[in-house]
């Protein structure tokens, strides 16, 4: 990225540099990215699961977005969390230093379709 400042509160857009356009889900059309930056010191957990990340894929990006789907207001609770994600096509949540796999999870009982519970913007 082309940033010469910490960006901790994703309050800073920034240039993707040329040669890493290639994570096209974080660049946007016009080439730039709204960043989060971290350090070990405020944010341990988030910090070592995103080199925990790069060591396994080679790429030291998390994207951070906020966690809603289209309609539905942003989680507040883990309760919130743990719905959304069984009600996405998401791989895996994490919460605090608990990371679930939804390979691994049961499907939720008597849950409503999201879409008739919210109106859509």
């Known amino acids: 990225f082309e ?8 309050l800073l857009v920034a240039q993707v540099r040329e040669d890493k356009r290639i994570v096209p ?11 989060q930056t971290i350090n070990r010191n405020s944010h341990p957990l988030y910090y070592d699961l995103i080199k925990t990340f790069e060591q396994l894929t ?14 539905e207001p942003i989680v507040c609770t883990p309760q919130d969390a743990y719905k959304c994600f069984m009600r996405t096509e998401m791989d895996y949540l994490v919460l605090g230093s608990f990371i679930l796999d939804k390979k691994e999870m049961k499907p939720l ?3 409503t379709n999201w879409q008739e519970e919210f109106q859509l913007d």
Do not use: E, Q, W
């Open 3 to 10: 940033l010469d400042k910490p960006s901790p509160y994703m």
């Open 25 to 35: 889900a974080i660049t946007h059309v016009d080439g730039s990215a709204r960043l």
């Open 58 to 71: 080679n790429c030291p990006i998390i994207i951070n977005t906020s966690f809603n789907v289209r309609g």
């Open 109 to 111: 009982t008597a849950d």
